[in-house]
């Protein structure tokens, strides 16, 4: 690529001057090729907007019954889209490639925590996804049912997935890090009939537990909808079993037949259900529906990803979280791709696993979320050892970045040390809502700029606009909507069909723009779109999503916390780290003491939701600092949190003696 002009580093992308064009034989290839082909999609997509998203839902999906109606908006926002088509997500992902003669074709190249390797061709997983299925009929499992999957990453998590799907079940994957009470509410609020997860998981050398997580979950009640418990054994370890609940999966899928004729669904028909962080109360059962999800899934393979036939293709993501879902379960398969699934940590053996990984199967296309990077680069600028240029990384020819913006610093050493300035990047913004990618270069066309996740894919209405709705000019910042409904958006929130459209759809951006919780900046030049960071009390941890309010539940359920506010403040690897202000029922702790209690509350947050919640910071005072009519002023801890100086108005704060007891950490 030709890099047109050199910069100092910048720390945002917002002063960027460096552009990178799409290297002439990428483009001379791409599936779209040159910024005019980007333009006429979208051209097209202006021009006749329900015809275009027919003329891609038919050229990407197989469907049963054709839809003849397109989008329906009489109940808006909870549009229906191809509603009256009827399709089946795992029938599209596997019999169709078998039909057109890739049975043989390599679909999953599991990469175990030990460097283990097992392939899966599309014929074999299609015939483990049938058994499954098979299996979960003969429990009674049948359409309409969610299914709660607690697992890791696996070829088995794949085929629990696919197999919900085949018979019309909705799945909810719950991240394996989740704690048993996160678990328990989500199996609650979806009313799950099964729960499908593994003895244990492997990490890094290590057992972890899942079934004794899923015992504990069950056991803390209001799960009585479960009946049965779906055990795959990963690693045979310890686990207790109770007769006519649990069941090994080899034991309820061995004998069954390997056909199972696909349950034809809606196009509405929920697909899966996945929570996410809010800025506000429990996590929100994300709800997507299975035509207009697998119809992104699938075009977003092609035009982000330039999938080709003998592309092989790596996202590092989990299944438990929506890129595991979209870019491992659904897209990859929809268009027929071979995949590495890997179950392993970036850092063991040693933090050269991503580069040994890519180059021992030569990978050509890799996925991966900037938190990894960032601490990638920190380990290999301390271990030579495990530096990326010890590794053949010749095969990659287009890399990935997802889940929080990536900083120029870190786009450019992935661009020269992983890309060896040969692969364009394609920083992919998008959300567990959207389904798929939103804004995205395309890697044939688009003119790259570090830290700029640049121009929205065609079709999608993306727009900045201020607190009423009104457009703001390209140069100034505002909030991220997207203007018109998409094919893959999420459908509604699980059994809260008001609070989706409160959090989406507010009335003061007009009722009919989706809000995606994020402000954005527009290049005055180039309409390139840099996403500056959350509107809302949802922080990004290592790519993870966040309610402060989750954490601050959590904090004040334990026996000595009175209140408790949490911030984020920018970390080098994390993007941001969680920092939690903490007033105790008893006096203020300090020295070692402060330092056991803050441990003992870290541990706990982690037993609460999870280990990616532990605020990385805990700092005690007597109070918080409040406004006279007692509201905690979260901007001032922001600043103290980075550690800043205070410079902001003050005046409304009732107790300003308080910032100096906050400004020292425990
Ligand atoms: C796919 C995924 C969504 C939030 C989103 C935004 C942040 C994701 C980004 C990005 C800047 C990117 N985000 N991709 N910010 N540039 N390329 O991550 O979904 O877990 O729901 O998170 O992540 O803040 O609103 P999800």
Request: charged share 25%; glycine share 10%; proline share 6%.
């Amino acid at each position: 690529m030709a890099e047109t002009e050199t910069q100092p580093q910048q720390q945002n992308g917002l002063q960027e001057n460096r552009v990178f064009l799409p290297p002439p034989a990428f483009a001379a290839q791409a599936n779209v090729s040159g910024m005019d082909a980007y333009k006429a999609l979208c051209e097209e997509a202006e021009r006749d907007y329900e015809g275009f998203w027919a003329r891609l839902a038919r050229e990407n999906l197989d469907w049963h019954k054709p839809f003849t109606s397109v989008l329906d908006e009489s109940n808006a926002p909870f549009y229906k889209w191809f509603q009256d088509g009827q399709l089946n997500a795992s029938y599209n992902c596997l019999d169709r490639h078998i039909n057109n003669g890739n049975g043989d074709k390599t679909a999953l190249i599991f990469e175990a925590d030990d460097g283990a390797v097992t392939r899966v061709t599309y014929r074999e997983l299609h015939e483990r996804v049938c058994k499954f299925a098979n299996g979960l009929k003969s429990r009674g499992i049948k359409k309409g049912d969610r299914v709660v999957i607690y697992m890791s990453m696996s070829v088995e998590g794949v085929a629990a997935m696919q197999a919900c799907a085949r018979i019309g079940a909705t799945h909810s994957v719950v991240f394996g890090g989740f704690s048993a009470k996160s678990l328990q509410e989500r199996i609650n609020d979806a009313g799950a009939v099964a729960v499908i997860t593994a003895d244990e998981q492997m990490r890094g050398g290590k057992p972890l537990p899942l079934k004794a997580i899923v015992d504990e979950a069950l056991g803390l009640g209001g799960c009585d909808s479960v009946r049965d418990v779906i055990v795959y054994r990963r690693t045979g370890g310890n686990i207790a079993f109770y007769e006519g609940r649990d069941i090994w999966l080899h034991d309820l899928v061995d004998n069954q037949p390997g056909q199972c004729e696909p349950e034809w669904v809606d196009a509405e028909h929920p697909l899966f259900i996945l929570y996410t962080s809010g800025s506000t109360g429990t996590p929100k059962g994300v709800q997507h529906a299975t035509g207009g999800f697998l119809l992104w899934a699938a075009q977003t393979m092609k035009w982000t990803f330039d999938i080709k036939p003998q592309d092989l293709f790596w996202c590092t993501a989990d299944i438990g979280w929506v890129t595991g879902h979209t870019y491992i379960a659904y897209g990859p398969l929809a268009v027929g791709a071979t995949q590495i699934v890997f179950e392993g940590v970036p850092t063991y053996p040693n933090a050269g696993r991503f580069w040994q990984t890519i180059d021992k199967h030569k990978v050509s296309i890799f996925y991966t979320a900037p938190t990894a990077i960032r601490s990638l680069i920190k380990a290999a600028n301390a271990d030579e050892n495990v530096h990326p240029k010890n590794y053949d990384l010749s095969s990659l020819r287009l890399l990935g970045s997802v889940g929080e913006p990536i900083n120029p610093e870190a786009w450019m050493w992935y661009y020269r040390n992983i890309g060896r300035e040969k692969c364009p990047i394609v920083d992919t913004f998008w959300q567990t809502e959207t389904g798929g990618h939103m804004i995205t270069p395309l890697p044939g066309a688009t003119p790259l700029v570090p830290g700029s996740c640049t121009l929205p894919l065609p079709g999608i209405m993306a727009a900045i606009v201020d607190e009423a709705g009104q457009d703001v000019p390209n140069g100034n910042g505002g909030i991220l909507v997207v203007k018109r409904p998409w094919p893959s958006m999420l459908r509604t929130i699980w059994g809260n069909p008001e609070r989706f459209k409160t959090a989406y759809f507010p009335d003061e951006l007009g009722g009919r723009y989706y809000l995606a919780g994020d402000g954005a900046i527009r290049n005055k030049d180039t309409g390139y779109f840099t996403i500056t960071g959350r509107i809302d009390d949802v922080l990004n941890v290592s790519g993870h999503r966040m309610g402060t309010m989750e954490i601050e539940s959590a904090l004040v359920a334990h026996e000595m916390v009175a209140e408790a506010a949490v911030v984020g403040k920018p970390d080098d690897t994390t993007g941001e780290a969680i920092c939690a202000f903490v007033v105790l029922k008893r006096a203020r702790p300090t020295g070692e003491e402060a330092k056991k209690l803050a441990a003992e509350l870290r541990t706990w947050v982690g037993k609460e939701i999870g280990p990616i919640a532990k605020p990385k910071e805990i700092r005690f005072g007597d109070n918080l600092p409040k406004t006279r009519s007692g509201k905690i002023m979260r901007r001032l801890l922001r600043v103290l949190a980075k550690g800043e100086q205070i410079t902001q108005d003050i005046s409304t704060l009732e107790n300003p003696a308080i910032l100096e007891q906050l400004r020292e950490t425990s």
